[in-house]
């Protein structure tokens, strides 16, 4: 059995995907074997010191060496490992990547906001997308937004935003960076009437499946915005006890909802889809581009 993993270490968790892949016809495509995810929040760091701590540093490299010794067991014959917003901000982000590759025996990649935004679109969502509409691609991390517009399937404009749920509980969101980014959807999707928006990362796959939504269904604008006052209405300790969130996702969730209902009032779309995909989908199906395809 041919096995690739994907290694995304993000602001608010790092997440190991081991995906089976598989042929049919001429295509290739993967199920997911296993999915390990491990909250270590380096982006509480990175935002606020624009360093990762020690402690940090060695939880990393207890969980590399995991990945690597569950890779191993696997059988895992090609992986790609990326870091985003948090490591791209830590002043010692080199020297993090030299120790996951003396202790772990991993190659680890720091990538800039728009290759993050490439690997996403190695999802291929586009191909679902109706041709006649045009989209705008909202995926919120812990430390960036990356937007995307679509018209006819196709990207015609992205850019990366350093706004994010950790970056946001945090504090160290600016105004001006809200500004610029109200400005650049303003101006990217002004002549685009029949506007629909498509929604990734952690938080809106669980706000999805917490709507009770069909999948391939949309979640609409005006759900969203009551799920959100309603989460709202609650205390940290009650999002975890009582609607039982994870408590690494009871505080990001609200800042996420305001991130995607912010940009859902600015571009007056009512519809969101959520493929539930995400980064490290995108580096499977990258694997599978570049290695196989």
Not at 171 to 198: C, F, P, S, Y
Not at 246 to 268: F, H, M, Q, S
Not at 275 to 287: C, F, K, T
């Amino acid at each position: 059995m041919l096995r690739y993993a994907a290694i995304d270490i993000g602001s608010n968790a790092v997440r190991l995907l081991i995906a089976d892949i598989t042929k049919e016809e001429n295509n290739y495509s993967f199920k997911k074997n296993t999915l390990v995810r491990v909250p270590l929040r380096l982006g509480d760091d990175a935002f606020l010191d624009h360093k990762i701590s020690d402690r940090k540093i060695q939880d990393l490299l207890k969980t590399m060496s995991a990945f690597k010794n569950l890779m191993d067991v696997y059988q895992v014959s090609k992986y790609l490992a990326c870091a985003t917003s948090a490591m791209r901000e830590a002043s010692n982000g080199a020297e993090i990547i030299a120790q996951v590759k003396k202790h772990a025996d991993l190659d680890l990649e720091i990538i800039e906001g728009q290759r993050e935004a490439n690997i996403i679109y190695a999802n291929h969502i586009e191909e679902t997308l109706d041709i006649k509409k045009s989209y705008l691609y909202i995926d919120v991390g812990g430390g960036s937004t990356e937007l995307s517009v679509f018209v006819n399937r196709i990207p015609v404009a992205s850019r990366s935003f350093d706004i994010g749920t950790i970056r946001i509980l945090d504090n160290q969101d600016k105004e001006e960076t809200w500004e610029e980014m109200r400005l650049w959807v303003k101006e990217q999707t002004k002549q685009h009437k029949n506007l629909a928006g498509i929604g990734t990362g952690g938080n809106i796959n669980k706000l999805f499946k917490m709507s009770n939504e069909k999948d391939g269904m949309p979640l609409s604008f005006l759900k969203l915005k009551s799920m959100y006052n309603q989460l709202n209405s609650y205390s940290l300790k009650e999002r975890i006890n009582i609607v039982g969130l994870n408590p690494d996702r009871a505080d990001v969730i609200i800042p996420a909802c305001e991130i995607y209902i912010t940009l859902l009032k600015w571009t007056g779309i009512k519809q969101l889809y959520v493929p539930r995909v995400g980064m490290a989908d995108g580096i499977i199906n990258l694997l599978i581009e570049e290695n196989l395809s």
